[in-house]
């Protein structure tokens, strides 16, 4: 990735907005299956396994009109994990831990600052002090592999159909989309000293590039590259290229190149919130 690259995957422009409101509408957006949900009341304790997470509900005894009135006001906690989605209030603080007087690490808002709704993703749940659910989220920001804590009301969320894999050393990629492999490819990463970081991130962003040097179609995570000076923070796309004779190589500035084929097909089967993982 070229300067150009964090420029655009930061970029508040007419030409940006557009392209990204005429993309197709996120195919994780809909309402999970009753399945894979469960209801439970802001009174009640809700205890987690190991993924895929399960959800499990004691609801306490309502004996006055007080506790009634606090059982109808449900919370739905997602049982299935990663989950992806937006949230339901102007910005919420994100705390260290399910404590509603933990530190806060930072704080989101519904928007983000180029105007793109902002996009989270859930790992798991936990009751917290305070007896109500909590949401473990991946935050996009320095440093890599950042996670905090988000009341479970505040956001809507559904269970993600898709995981993206790059591997490092073969300089490979692999989509899963709903359980199946979909799509195995080759592509160019960070050259060395400015490596494509390792970890779980996510797609934030998908648009159409105005610029032919970043291929027919984008993806922008929420993993940031070594050179924090380029405009946007560094933020690293996943996205086509100009130069398919480069692929294969390590020579980008921490982004992951893929043909122009490739990206079409990213542009399918990778919506918003989708988890990606970045492995030697």
Known sequence: MSIRTAALLALVGTAGVAAATALPSRADNA????????????????????APVTTTTTAAPAKTKKSLASSARAVRVESVFPAAGQLLVPKTVVRLTPNPHARIIRVLT???????????????????????????????????????WIPARIVSLAPTVSQIVVHRSSRTIDVYFHGKHALHAIVAIGAPGMETPLGHFYVQVRFVPDDPFLGVFALETSAYSKLSEWPGGGVVGIHGTSAPQLLGQAVSHGCVRVSNQTASALRRLAPVGTPIWVTN
């Open 31 to 50: 309402a999970p299956p009753a399945a894979t949900t469960t209801v439970v009341s802001t009174t009640t304790t809700t205890t987690t396994t190991a």
């Open 110 to 148: 519904q928007f983000r600052p180029d105007f793109r709704v902002q996009e989270i993703l859930a790992m798991s749940t936990r009751t917290g002090t305070d007896g109500k659910p909590w949401y473990r989220i991946n935050l996009p920001m320095r440093p890599n592999g950042t996670y905090g």
